[in-house]
């Protein structure tokens, strides 16, 4: 199985809109890897993780290839997660080569809701994107072999944010954005998993934030817990992602204090294969 992060920021992006603290002065300093857009992953090729307004982005510069797309999961419906218009462009109206093919998105209640006032603005998207509501800790198998269990996050209650489990050919990924420490309903459902991979909320870098969002001491207190449920050990890869403008971070200096650790740093762009 292979991730490739897309967007690693958090809503504002990182340099963020207007703003010129330390760490966005630092990010148009140094550029590259400091260059941040909103949150999106994809696994493989074919499963899409969040539509974010900055996906046309990725499609057009970090070759993010959206005809490939047959499964959206959407975690929940802030925008930097979720922009439904875009996604309702998927249709003969405003794209070619979309005949034949149907994106199946899925999510909570509340984009859900989102999504079908979108689709009424852009005309009968029908037969181009269907939408699924999913429950938490309910699972599905989709149509590209993936299966996709919904977990509920710590994260814009009473939202039923979600993270999800995604399987397939024996490999595990766990993609926990975004969240705080985790509800202890989904901590009961983790018991007995095996998890190859494992990508974690580290928005509030170094601030001691334990709900809505974690940052370095609550990923070390999930990670903890993870291990002693035996569902990470030695081989599993930890990946610290969606980080906001604070202080005066770069990415190196991140990955200084959290590669010694065991944590790798994502990027726009990068890839874990395991």
Known sequence: MKITYYGTSASEAWPALFCNCQACTLARKYGGKNIRTRSQSLIDTTLLIDFPPDTNYHAQILHLNL???????????????????????RSSDFASGTSGSR??????????KEFREAALICGNISQFVTFRRLEPFERILTEDGYSVTALLADHNQPEKSLM?????????????????????????????????????????????????????????????????????????????NHFAHFGNFTHDRICEIENPKGYQVAYDGCSYEF
């Open 164 to 240: 999800y489990l995604i399987s397939r050919k024996n490999r595990t990924l766990f993609y926990a954005h975004d969240t705080g420490i985790f509800p202890e309903c989904t901590w009961r459902f983790l018991e007995g998993q095996k998890l190859d991979f494992v990508s974690l909320d580290c928005t509030a870098l170094s601030r001691n934030w334990q709900r809505g969002h974690m940052g370095f001491d609550a990923v070390d207190a999930v990670r903890k817990r993870l291990t002693e449920m035996n569902c990470i050990g030695p081989g599993t890869l930890l990946t610290l």
């Open 67 to 89: 005809q490939a797309i047959r499964t959206l999961l959407i975690t929940h419906s802030h925008h930097d997660h979720f922009f439904p218009y875009d996604i309702c462009m």
């Open 103 to 112: 994106l199946s998105v899925y999510g909570n209640e509340t984009t859900e």
